[in-house]
């Protein structure tokens, strides 16, 4: 089964620059690593993730890219700690 968000990869990076700020997730599969595209919410330290960029460095028979979001039921929400 394809996947829709990048919340769902494997290759996905966690990083955050400042404590106190949200976390930036990023493509460990560009060089350079380049942002996804996520919603973070410092306050309650979750991240959605709602696509997969039409220039996702992954096979297309792995994924789903889109410019838009997918339908809500389809994004993925990780929580994280700084």
């Known amino acids: ?20 700020f949200v976390k ?11 942002a996804i595209p996520q919603n973070s919410v410092s306050e309650t330290k979750t991240t959605t993730f709602k696509r997969i960029p039409l220039d996702c460095p992954r096979p297309r028979s792995e994924v789903v890219r889109s410019s838009k979001p997918q339908n809500p039921s389809a994004w993925t929400f990780i929580g994280y700690d700084e």
């Open 1 to 20: 089964m394809k996947i829709k968000t990048c919340g769902e990869c494997e290759h996905k990076v966690g990083k955050v620059p400042v404590p106190g």
């Open 24 to 34: 930036i997730w990023g493509c460990g599969l560009s060089d350079p690593m380049w």
